[in-house]
């Protein structure tokens, strides 16, 4: 499966060298004349001719390799850079650096500060106020403030996507300087898409509710606001009660954004343009669904109360593709109550990922999978039956799995991950049987599959990966990435991956118990002496 060790392309080989030998001849003699001279506009030096993504791939890759210096970042700092990230360096970027960011990279569209605390406010003032063409803009974990966000509000009017998660100065008033001027009393970021706004403190009290309220009427074009109490702030905005709102510090009140925005008590509802919803409890769907009708991808949390997972308000969200199902409660959700869902959304979803859900029927897992044809992403956590009897006698294994449970498949399924959680008890032997077979006839029917993940399965699967790798076609020839890890696998199945067509790049066989060391170390040698581009992982 695995494919034998490319010749790197000439481009990357170009960049590994300058990598290799930046300190050392590249950034020499300016490191040892003129690096305290931060007020060069521009600095003639050799890059200056290279593409400006070739410029962020070599910082990103000096970056990775912690070669990095304050040197070659002066001399990277290019006029012609349109993106620009310092996730890789924080420990680099000064103010001194800000400040030549926003003196030379005038053309950036993208820029991605997160980590980067040691920029202090009035230098990230400056940086925004100076590179107005920003559409992305990361200020993760900075020491971003109601001044920052009061000037990335006023300067950035393409702004599309910003983060300011994790930002211990940004508070509830922070937000609403970003999406209005009240000097100018006009409202910010008319195209702002994306905000994302994790961590933040205090996350829970009335005053962030409303400022997230704020944020979600004053910005017209947000699909996805990533923050716990949103669907709080979402709840406030439904019931309307939006009177005594207001202040005196020039801002307008919920009540008036919310007629400006067509909403008003005793007429028409109010509607949001989200497309994505998080951290949304079970009882609350049915506000969400009204005020977010155009949602296409939600996390739901389910409480322990029996009957169709989330009533009939999923069923009726008419363009949801990507959903995340999560049990809270502590008794969890059985997985055949989400057979309704599946059939009645399964056309069109997309992704679809489930957690904490109890596999009481042993087929409960292919009729989920086989009522969703289109599904490209599948996840799920499964735990074994409260009320598992003992295995007693094991059924005997066929000799081959029939892979005709699934005879249609999931043509356009890329990433399929499983786990089966043990900690609350072991799955009975019908369900080892059910589970294999379902295995294997999904494996033979999904070609576009690239990551596989089968966590801490309890039931031998040689005779699974027997089965699919025997079958005709190949299956599996996109597979890139496998996981095995606390699973129930043998030497010969590695063997036979090593020996099978396909592109295999990363396997992971940590903690399986029938993987030894003198194995692991057979493996890497057969990788060595076939020349293979695979890398195998296991302790």
């Known amino acids: 499966m695995p494919r034998r060790k490319e010749v790197p392309a000439l481009g990357s080989l170009c960049l590994q060298s300058l990598a290799r030998h930046m300190q050392s001849v590249w950034v020499k003699d300016y490191s040892e004349n003129y690096l305290d001279e931060y007020q ?46 310092l996730r890789p360096c924080p420990s680099l970027a000064s103010n001194a650096i800000g400040q030549l960011i926003a003196l030379r990279c005038k053309n950036l569209s993208s820029l991605d500060l997160h980590g980067c605390n040691r920029l202090s406010a009035d230098v990230l003032v400056d940086l925004v106020e100076e590179l107005p063409q920003l559409s992305r803009l990361g200020l993760a974990e900075t020491q971003a403030n109601v001044q920052v966000l009061s000037a990335v509000g006023s300067c950035c009017r393409h702004l599309q996507e910003l983060d300011v998660s994790h930002c211990k100065k940004v508070s509830p008033r922070a937000l609403q300087h970003l999406a209005y001027d009240p000097l100018a009393r006009s409202l910010c970021c008319p195209v702002l898409r994306v905000l994302l706004a994790h961590g933040l403190e205090p996350s829970g009290d009335s005053g962030m509710v409303a400022a997230l309220a704020f944020l979600l009427l004053a910005l ?11 669907p709080d702030a979402l709840h406030l905005l439904h019931k309307q009660q939006l ?11 919920l009540e008036e954004l919310a007629r400006q925005r067509g909403a008003a008590p005793g007429g028409p509802r109010l509607t949001l343009p989200l497309r994505r919803v998080e951290e949304v409890e079970e009882p609350t769907l049915a506000t969400i669904h009204a005020i977010c009708p155009q949602a296409e991808e939600a996390g739901v949390w389910l409480g322990d109360d029996p009957g169709p997972v989330g009533g009939w308000e999923l069923l009726s969200w008419g363009h949801l593709c990507r959903l995340t199902l999560g049990c809270a409660g502590r008794q969890g959700r059985v997985l055949a109550e989400v057979l309704p869902l599946a059939q009645s959304l399964g056309p069109r979803l997309q992704t679809l990922a489930l957690h904490g859900f109890c596999c009481q029927d042993e087929l409960s897992l292919a009729a989920l999978l086989a009522s969703c044809p289109g599904l490209q992403a599948f996840s799920a956590e499964l735990h074994p039956p409260p009320d598992a009897a003992p295995n007693g006698e094991t059924p005997a294994e066929p000799p081959c799995w ?40 999904l494996l033979c029917h999904a070609p576009r599959l690239q990551t596989l993940r089968l966590l801490g399965v309890p039931f031998l699967l040689d005779s699974v990966f027997e089965t699919v790798l025997a079958a005709p076609g190949p299956p599996l020839l996109e597979l890139q990435e496998l996981s095995l890890a606390e699973s129930w696998v043998s030497s010969r199945t590695v063997r036979l991956l090593l020996a099978s067509e396909g592109c295999l790049r990363r396997l992971d066989l940590s903690h399986c ?6 194995d692991y170390d057979g493996f890497l040698q057969a990788v060595r002496k076939q020349r293979l581009d695979l890398d195998i992982t296991w302790e």
């Open 40 to 85: 060069f506009r521009f600095v003639m030096g050799p890059f200056n001719d290279l593409a400006g993504s070739l410029v962020q791939d070599l910082i990103r890759l000096l970056g990775e390799s912690r070669r990095l210096t304050r040197a070659a970042l002066h001399l990277l700092l290019l006029p012609h850079l349109r993106e620009l990230s």
């Open 402 to 441: 029939d892979t005709n449970l699934m005879p249609h498949g999931l043509p356009h399924l890329q990433s399929f991950s499983l786990t089966l959680a043990s900690t609350t008890g072991t799955f009975p032997a019908r369900h080892g049987l059910a589970l294999r077979a379902t295995l294997a006839s």
């Open 243 to 253: 009177d005594g709102t207001g202040d005196t510090e020039g801002f307008p009140s």
């Open 220 to 230: 017209p074009r947000l699909e996805f606001l990533a923050h716990g109490a949103v």
């Open 513 to 518: 118990r029938d993987i030894h060391r003198r």
